[in-house]
């Protein structure tokens, strides 16, 4: 009896809906573990990237631009 499913990954949950996974188990077959693991390839790091950025754009939309503006003043007087 395996103790268990996990996902060993973190994805935001529209991404992780969508991946593509595998499992794989660790230990005996009467103690094991079991792990979904996330199919990294080329194409889904590009869909990733594409899908972040575009709720970065929607986020940053939402927000007044004085705060924007504010929080990257911040920002620069942090690495200064």
């Known amino acids: 009896m395996t103790q268990g499913l996990f ?4 994805l935001p949950s529209a991404l992780a809906a969508a991946a593509d996974t ?9 103690d094991s ?5 996330v199919t990294v390839t080329p194409g889904a790091i590009e869909s990733w ?3 972040i ?17 504010k929080r990257k003043s911040l920002q620069g007087k942090a690495w200064s």
Do not use: K, M
């Open 7 to 10: 996902d060993a990954f973190y």
């Open 22 to 30: 595998t499992v794989q188990r660790f230990g005996p077959a009467h």
């Open 33 to 37: 573990v079991e792990l979904r693991l």
């Open 49 to 51: 990237i594409d899908f």
């Open 53 to 69: 950025r575009a709720a970065r754009i929607r986020h940053l939309a939402s927000r007044p631009a004085a705060e924007i503006h």
